[in-house]
């Protein structure tokens, strides 16, 4: 389910990635159009430059013989010599002198419009080339981002699920916990106190009777009182070491790894660095002593071990746990392969999963015909229990 969708996801991100990697390539096509219109929008502007100085020599050099026409104007004016022929070639002279201005001054007029004009085409065209720019490299940060954080895309959606998958199997395992309590109840206290029951009703009756043998049924009754006692208290310490509030944590774990090693014939070492209890914190010290059930409890179902060692260090800010058998160890790329399993177990994953609830380290590492160790490092907490 989640692996669909993750790659309907990929296939979103895929196509997302097509579509950017088109607009990039019709943003490259803008980007050069506007470079060439750049280009030939400043060629055409030297061209109008160059039209200009031209204009304003030739306007220069008219203004030069303006003045010199009117000088001679003025000259063949106040001579009354001079000819009413030579009067009137002069004032043509000046004449189309003045005309020749007024036509340089208009195409002065238009070479102005025009490189107005261009300018401000050019203004336009390098703001384009400057938009383009910038979205070619937005474009190009978005690509680089969606294709390579697309595997920390997957693996935050594969850290997701392995936590729901893993929600689901400590709901399961809990159900299973709370029907093997209840069978073991059911068949353990529950059981014995029906046979108590009746073994009352027996020993009254037979007290009637014989007395003697009133005392046998009621020794018989003392034991079945005894092992039901004793099996409720089995229970009550499966449920919760409450020895770890009352006792401690050190005596407590010794006390199983003893029952253990008893009943499995494993050896076990233990070594704590220090004297008086130093895991305060409940919440650490159940966790301490899940991660050493569990792991023994592996040890025992999968390693063939026959030899484990336990080592718990109190250091200034926490605590490092080392558990190391000489088993047969195993690959363990299993464990996460194994997520999406109905039928793997959940060991591994829970005790990892509680030591990143308290904010600390755990670490397997397992080598075939070697063994395995796990070590775990515990933050005391900060804040105090309530
Ligand atoms: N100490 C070990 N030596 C060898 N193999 C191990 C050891 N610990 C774990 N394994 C391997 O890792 C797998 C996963 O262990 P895990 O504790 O998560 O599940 P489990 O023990 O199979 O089931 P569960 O703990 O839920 O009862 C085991 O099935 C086993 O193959
Ligand atoms: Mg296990």
């Given at each position: 389910m989640a692996n669909l969708g993750i790659k309907k996801l990929n296939e979103i991100v895929k196509k997302t990635l097509n579509v950017i990697d088109d607009s990039k390539g019709a943003i490259f096509d803008i980007l050069e159009n506007a470079r060439k219109e750049v280009s030939q929008l400043k060629d055409e502007l030297q061209v109008l430059k160059a039209e200009a100085n031209r204009i304003m020599s030739q306007y220069k050099t008219l203004e030069g013989k303006l003045a010199q026409s009117k000088k001679y104007l003025a000259s063949i004016n106040s001579?009354?010599?001079?000819?009413q022929e030579q009067m009137e070639a002069a004032y043509k002279t000046a004449n189309d002198i003045l005309v020749e201005i007024a036509v340089c001054r208009e195409s002065e007029r238009q070479t102005i419009l025009r490189r107005n004009d261009v300018e401000r085409r050019l203004q336009n065209a390098l703001e384009t080339v400057a938009k383009a720019e910038k979205l070619v490299t937005q474009v190009g940060t978005v690509f680089d981002y969606l294709s390579g954080d697309l595997s920390s895309l997957d693996e935050h959606f594969e850290k997701t699920e392995s936590k729901r998958l893993l929600a689901l199997r400590i709901i399961k395992t809990q159900e299973n916990e709370r029907r093997r309590i209840a069978r073991e109840i059911h068949d353990g206290p529950a059981q014995a106190m029906s046979n108590v029951v009746i073994m009352t009703e027996i020993c009254e009756k037979t007290a009637e009777l014989d007395m003697g043998k009133a005392l046998i049924e009621l020794q018989k009754l003392k034991a079945v009182v005894r092992d039901c006692l004793k099996s409720v208290r089995r229970i009550i310490y499966d449920l919760r070491p409450m020895s770890i509030d009352d006792l401690g944590f050190t005596p407590t774990i010794q006390k199983y790894i003893e029952k253990f090693s008893a009943e499995h014939n494993i050896r076990v070492d233990f070594k704590v660095n220090?004297?008086?209890?130093?895991?305060?914190d409940s919440n650490i010290a159940l966790a301490v002593f899940r991660i050493v059930q569990e792991s023994l409890n592996n040890t025992y179902k999968h390693a063939d071990a026959t030899h484990v060692s336990i080592q718990v260090e109190c250091a200034q800010n926490s605590v490092l746990l080392r558990i190391s058998d000489d088993g047969n160890g195993f690959d363990t790329n299993i464990l996460s392969n194994s997520l999406?399993?109905?039928?793997?177990?959940f060991g591994i994953l829970g005790m990892r999963e509680r030591v990143e609830l308290l904010e600390g380290e755990f670490i397997i590492d397992s080598k075939i015909n070697v063994g395995t160790i796990i070590r775990v490092k515990l933050p005391y907490s900060l804040q105090e229990e309530t």
């Open positions: 001579d009354l010599a001079n000819s220090s004297e008086e209890d130093c895991i305060k999406n399993k109905e039928d793997s177990g």
